[in-house]
């Protein structure tokens, strides 16, 4: 018995060259390379370069994800760009993204879902293409939070990096169950009562401008690993699978703290955890791509691996993706 699922083709990723370390912000800001290491797992973030925007970044991991495939934008009718830090307020960024790769054809579109937006991305790509409606996806991720970032805020500036990461998708008939091949199950939830504790002070309706960032870290944290545990279990539910079947765990890389509790909590062995978050920083949307560009690239997630991705971000949103790579 097949079934249609939405198979991983090729991965990519773009940071920007500009890195910021810790011990650069403890001149600026009152902190220091000890607290932000002992507190978060972060030693340095990349940040964008004036004058580089969102869909600069993106066009690059795209660019990089389609090479990877084997494939060019002619074979690509959807793209998805998840991002909370657009080019502009519309047209969406993906459009812009679309434009350079030379597509005049399928459709192109943000999608807003804050650090969740990834997976919230590849959590819509893999209906359309579940539906029949589209063959292949490019799920983009991308961000330059270095832009609503209050520079003076220890609290927010020391988390956040620019980058973005990429994935191809296409349709393709596998053997039904978990051992074919594409994303198996995905699980999302958001909780508009959160949003005090994660949002930005601006925006077109609101005020006029763009804001910045604010965030009450200790509610932040408390929530996380709680969250992020309960999609993770609806996945393991609908697929009968447990943390023991993992070959991968590629979480949101937003705190070493949080990512080794949730990994603790469900009993996924420290050496499956994919962590990036030391050299990158919280990315928001792209965190999950770059992290899955890392470890295919250095031969870790391999054809036939099953990998966890989950995920939560401001509003709040939270979700998970389980893929059979």
Not at 52 to 69: F, I, N, Y
Not at 154 to 170: P, Q, S
Request: with cysteine; hydrophobic share 45%; aromatic share 6%.
């Amino acid at each position: 018995m097949v079934t249609l699922r939405s198979v991983v083709l090729g991965v990519g990723s773009y940071l920007p060259e500009r890195i910021l370390t810790n011990a650069e912000l403890s001149q600026t800001v009152d902190t220091s390379d000890e607290w932000i290491v002992q507190r978060t797992g972060i030693r340095e973030r990349h940040i964008a370069a004036d004058g580089e925007t969102t869909s600069d970044l993106g066009l690059k991991a795209a660019e990089a994800a389609l090479a990877h495939a084997g494939i060019t934008a002619a074979d690509i009718d959807l793209i998805l760009l998840a991002t909370s830090t657009p080019d502009r307020t519309f047209p969406a960024s993906a459009t812009a993204i679309q434009a350079r790769l030379g597509m005049t054809h399928g459709a192109a579109f943000d999608l807003q879902a804050v650090c969740s937006g990834f997976v919230f991305a590849v959590a819509t790509a893999d209906k359309f293409l579940r539906s029949g409606s589209h063959k292949r996806a490019l799920v983009i991720g991308a961000e330059t939070f270095s832009r609503i970032l209050d520079w003076q805020d220890r609290g927010t500036c020391v988390l956040f990096g620019d980058g973005a990461g990429a994935i191809v998708l296409e349709a393709q008939e596998q053997p039904a169950g978990i051992t074919g091949r594409g994303v198996l199950t995905t699980h999302l939830r958001s909780d508009g009562r959160h949003t005090p504790k994660l949002y930005v002070d601006g925006g077109p309706s609101l005020t006029g401008t763009v804001g910045h960032l604010r965030m009450e870290g200790r509610e932040v944290f408390k929530h996380a690993v709680g969250m992020i545990t309960d999609v993770m279990n609806d996945a393991y539910a609908a697929t009968g699978t447990t943390s023991a079947d993992l070959d991968w765990f590629v979480p949101h890389q937003a705190n070493k703290r949080i990512i080794d509790s949730s990994a603790e909590k469900l009993k996924i062995a420290p050496e499956k955890v994919v962590m990036t978050v030391d050299r990158h920083g919280n990315t928001s949307a792209a965190s999950i791509p770059l992290a899955l560009d890392v470890a295919v690239k250095d031969g870790r997630i391999r054809k036939g691996h099953l990998v966890m991705l989950e995920a939560m971000g401001g509003g709040f949103t939270w979700g998970s993706a389980l893929i059979r790579w």
